[in-house]
């Protein structure tokens, strides 16, 4: 850990940190990218799923794994410090590429994702607990931005990637190479080049003289952060009502596309699409929204998730699926930073990394619930049907922000 003499807060003062855990970031955010264009269809393909509820059942153990670990790392990271975090997220994938290569049975691949839901819970939630407490409470809106646009450009990369492999080798085992290097380096870089951030909350809580809140127990911060104050819970819903339809356009959207007449190189281009102008975008929003506040960018992208994914549901042609790909990702480009800042606005520096865990753990969760949700309504309606209904539950949640979440970003510029 930094002494504490050395310790300063702020983006500009921790830039080489930060940088370097952008750069972490990108490799945490590529190895899901793994699995988005391709994964659909290997269950298709290879494993002869027919049931849209089985072939999304690898969604649901990545949703689920991630979700509690989340909530574990967070605790974990106040206790512990971030770094050992981070560390253990990494050596959790090692195994994950190797698994997906060779994997005899659908069964195998479900075990791969439960490491992989484990690491990106812990990998991607150390990186953002790091950024927020290197930032300070001024930028943390841009600096939530930044660490968001790494993970998903770096997702929209490795999809767009894998595709490509896909269409000229095959959906394996050359994709799945890729992880390999993914975990090589960004394991190294986090022993190595990372360094220890608990000692900048500390100062922050001691700069700010805060003090109310800091003996909050694990129970109460789960409670607050779910249920009790309005602000967080507010942001723990719309949390996991975005990743529900993240999780259904993972699932969903490649065997939509692919029902349309879409090859595997078309269909790694359109995955793409959303998780870069989601990724694109958040270098924009997130310091958006330390200026003109959180509230109706949240809203705002909430609804717009939604038109994004009826565009989807009613085209038929690669330009119309474009075209709703990228309304939902800078939807959700709006969205996902500024939810990271109103919890890091709302939560004690002291509890915050529990908070954020907690917080964590509502919006993986979504994933699990968003496919059960598409997988049933597909099953028994169609493609189109499942996805019309994860619009009008985003478009819901939405209105839901508007009546109940307050504008935060005062608490920020009072603190």
């Known amino acids: 850990m930094n002494s504490p003499n050395n310790i300063r807060l702020g983006l500009r003062e921790n830039l080489g940190q930060f940088s370097l855990l952008v750069l972490v970031n990108a ?65 959790v994938a090692a195994p994950v590429p190797f698994l997906l290569m060779w994997a005899p049975s659908w069964s195998w691949v479900l075990v791969a994702n439960v490491f992989l839901g484990i690491s990106q819970g812990l990998t991607w939630s150390a990186t953002v607990i790091m950024k927020i407490d290197l930032a300070g409470p001024k930028k943390r809106g841009l600096a939530m931005g930044i660490n968001e646009f790494a993970g998903y450009f770096a997702v929209a990369l490795s999809a767009l990637a894998t595709g490509w492999i896909a269409s000229k080798y095959g959906l394996r085992p050359e994709p799945f190479m890729l992880g390999i290097g993914f975990v090589v380096v960004g394991l190294l ?24 809140g800091a003996e909050m127990s694990p129970k ?29 356009a993972w699932g969903l959207f490649p ?24 990724g694109l975008g958040q270098l924009f ?26 565009i989807i549901a009613q085209s038929g042609a690669f330009a119309g699926f474009a075209l709703g790909a990228a309304t939902l990702g800078f939807g959700t480009a709006m969205v996902y930073p500024t939810l990271l800042a109103v919890v890091g606005d709302v939560a004690h ?39 019309l209904s994860i619009a009008a539950l985003t478009f819901a949640s939405g209105i839901l922000v508007a009546i109940r979440l307050k504008e935060t970003l005062v608490l920020d510029t009072e603190a």
């Open 27 to 91: 490799f945490v955010g590529a190895m899901v990218g793994m699995e988005r264009s391709i994964l659909p269809a290997l269950a298709e393909e290879e494993f002869e799923l027919i049931a849209r509820s089985a072939i999304l059942s690898f969604i649901i153990v990545f949703g689920v794994t991630k979700a509690l670990t989340n909530y574990f790392a967070g605790r974990f990271s106040d206790r512990y410090g971030r770094k050992v975090i981070l560390v253990g997220g990494w050596l």
């Open 285 to 310: 929003t997130g310091a958006w929204s330390d200026k003109v506040g959180r509230k109706w960018l949240i809203a705002g992208g909430m609804w717009m998730q939604s038109v994004g994914i009826v």
């Open 349 to 387: 520096p002291s509890w915050r990394a529990s908070s954020v865990g907690v917080y964590r753990l509502w919006r993986d969760l979504g994933y699990a619930v968003g496919a059960v949700i598409a997988g049933f309504v597909a099953d028994r309606y169609g493609l189109g049907a499942a996805a």
């Open 189 to 212: 870089l986090s022993i190595f080049l990372v360094k220890e951030t608990l000692g900048h909350a500390q100062l922050e809580s001691k700069q700010a003289n805060l003090d109310s």
């Open 255 to 278: 065997l939509l596309f692919a029902a349309s007449g879409m090859n595997l190189k078309q269909i790694g281009t359109l995955a793409a699409i959303y998780p870069a102008l989601w």
């Open 220 to 248: 109460e911060v789960f409670l607050n952060t779910s249920f009790r104050d309005p602000n967080l819970s507010s942001a723990c819903q719309a949390g996991m009502i975005n990743n529900l339809n993240d999780g259904m």
